[in-house]
T-cell receptor
Framework: SQTIHQWPATLVQPVGSPLSLECTVE??????LYWYRQAAGRGLQLLFYSVGIGQISSEVPQNLSASRPQDRQFILSSKKLLLSDSGFYLC??????????FGSGTRLTVV | QKEVEQNSGPLSVPEGAIASLNCTYS??????FFWYRQYSGKSPELIMS????GDKEDGRFTAQLNKASQYVSLLIRDSQPSDSATYLCAVAASGGSYIPTFGRGTSLIVHP
């Protein structure tokens, strides 16, 4: 069976510090991978998606970046966090057609 | 701009009743429809997917799709307090990346 791992679960970071969130998928190959952010009381905002190694599409221009160094690994990064980067970050995977399986999420608070 | 609209609620129903959650979408080319359940502080969980007009039943859940009216709904029979959560509707078009557009969700409260 397929599983998705996302860590850390919670993170408190000062403004201007770097960020690295990691997501890995097990039990499937060549998954579509996604990073979403959910701000308090708001909907899901697609940040990045990837259909293969090294292939990253950005949906929202901002100070975040994503990388896919391996087939089942997806990393979300920032060089300098802003207060507005606070939120609930969700990694997800899917086959080409079908619903998502989300990771457990990372709650990021920028202080 | 593809839009998926849901009433934010909260929708409050008594235990044992049928909860009806509704979703409308703007893109007539939409082919895939999903319902996710999200408990407070947790990540969304896929509970239903539907691809053709009509009803699809899974346990206490029934998804209903009407493409002509651009409308998809989720019925929860015999609602339980454990069903209290936010329900997200997601709609994807055919072709391209199949990335769905999410609604903002409807909060459901099932009271004993």
């Amino acid at each position: 069976s397929q599983t998705i791992h996302q860590w850390p679960a919670t993170l408190v970071q000062p403004v201007g510090s770097p960020l690295s969130l990691e997501c890995t998928v097990e039990g499937t190959s060549n998954p579509n991978l996604y990073w979403y952010r959910q701000a308090a009381g708001r909907g899901l905002q697609l940040l990045f998606y990837s259909v293969g190694i090294g292939q990253i599409s950005s949906e929202v221009p901002q100070n975040l970046s994503a990388s896919r160094p391996q087939d089942r690994q997806f990393i979300l990064s920032s060089k300098k966090l802003l207060l507005s980067d606070s939120g609930f970050y969700l990694c997800a995977w899917s086959r080409q057609i079908g619903g998502y399986t989300f990771g457990s999420g990372t709650r990021l608070t920028v202080v | 701009q593809k839009e998926v609209e849901q009433n934010s609620g909260p929708l409050s129903v008594p235990e044992g009743a049928i909860a009806s959650l509704n979703c409308t979408y703007s893109d007539r080319g939409s082919q895939s429809f999903f319902w996710y359940r999200q408990y407070s502080g947790k990540s969304p969980e896929l509970i239903m997917s539907i691809y053709s007009n009509g009803d699809k039943e899974d346990g206490r859940f029934t998804a209903q799709l009407n493409k002509a009216s651009q409308y998809v709904s989720l019925l929860i029979r015999d609602s339980q307090p454990s069903d209290s959560a936010t329900y997200l509707c997601a709609v994807a078009a055919s072709g391209g990346s199949y990335i769905p557009t999410f609604g903002r969700g409807t909060s459901l409260i099932v009271h004993p």
